[in-house]
């Protein structure tokens, strides 16, 4: 069976376990601890370890969906995960401190996922700050690491519909770069797409 | 706002002396730590070569994904974990009544069982610490 490894990523608060949730179609195996830091992130229960779905596109083909925990202190969980992940799914609240950012962090953090797979950027909770960002985002993108393209929409984590194109906007991305990879002759590394 | 165990002077206080009390129930500790379930390090001992934060973050991971497997499983709740290595082994047990995990390293002078008798013993005896006004 073929399969896609997907990792979501983000900040703390940014919807991470509620996209997985949204999304998966098995019931969704969290690690949730209470959470001691209500300033970063004013909710009961954060992320431990990780959160998994699945989604089973066809008979064939399959989604694994591995959410990280999204303080740093749990660094060592994305480099776990990253390794079998050909993508990530970078989900950041937009009323959110220094939002721009913090994508441009997370995405330096998990580029070589990018070279290998890809990223698209999810911005959540757009509708609490006065206007949509996405320029934002794509200038400072574009200022940043010129020849870098990352796909950036607004979706609500809740939103299984939104998630779904989120995700598949993703997975043609990785799906574009395998076949110029294939088509020059040329491997994108380990941790692409698997069948086993 | 109730105040984090990792910033509580109370929970720093009382971990220190249950964590003391660790050391002389099993001599080969080279680390314990205590530690909020969401990988704050509230209190840790000995071992001075060890990243407190590191380690009580890992040990947040680890508790959280043993005790998903035995949830997944329907095993009933978690009662320790144990990561043994070849110079040494790992014993984590929650204090009851508080979201808090003692994680414990040993060297591979101890044997499993007096680790996981001594370090269960000082959840208990934290327990009844953190009871009293």
Not at chain 2, 91 to 96: A, G, I, K, N, T
Request: hydrophobic share 45%.
């Amino acid at each position: 069976m073929a399969e896609h490894v997907i990792l979501f990523a983000g900040p703390m608060g940014a919807g991470k376990t509620s996209a997985i949730r949204a999304l998966s179609e098995i019931d969704v195996v969290s690690t949730e601890a209470a959470n001691s830091d209500r300033t970063v992130a004013d909710k009961p229960t954060t992320t431990v370890a990780l959160d998994y779905g699945e989604i089973g596109i066809n008979e064939a083909e399959k989604v694994r969906l591995y959410g990280v925990p999204g303080q740093r202190r749990f660094d060592f969980m994305w480099t776990i995960l990253a390794e079998r992940a050909e993508g990530v799914l970078l989900l950041v609240n937009a009323d959110a401190d220094n939002p721009v950012e913090t994508a441009i962090e997370y995405v330096k953090e998990f580029f070589a996922l990018y070279e290998r797979g890809g990223i698209v950027i999810g911005l959540t909770r757009a509708d609490l700050v006065p206007r949509a960002l996405i320029e934002e985002y794509a200038n400072a993108l574009a200022d940043e690491m010129p020849d870098v393209m990352i796909p950036v929409l607004t979706v609500d984590a809740r939103s299984q519909e939104e998630m779904m194109t989120l995700l598949m906007t993703l997975i043609a991305n990785i799906e574009l770069k395998q076949a110029v990879a294939d088509s020059i002759g040329v491997g994108v590394g380990s941790g692409g797409r698997r069948a086993r | 706002m109730t105040l984090a165990p990792h910033l509580d002077s109370k929970y720093i206080v009382r971990g220190e002396l249950a964590l003391g009390g660790l050391r002389d129930l099993a001599p080969s500790l080279r680390y314990a730590s205590l530690l909020t379930e969401d990988g704050f390090s509230v209190v840790s001992v000995a071992g001075k070569e060890f990243d407190s934060d590191r380690f009580a973050s890992m040990a947040s991971s680890t508790q959280a994904l043993a005790d998903a497997v035995a949830r997944e499983l329907q095993l009933g709740d978690n009662e320790f974990v144990i990561v043994a290595a070849a110079h040494g082994h790992v014993v984590q047990v929650r204090v009851d009544d508080h979201p808090l995990v003692l994680a414990a390293l040993f060297t591979d002078k101890e044997t499993i069982g007096i680790s996981l008798t001594a370090a269960r013993r000082t959840a208990r005896r934290l327990n009844t610490l953190l009871m009293a006004n």
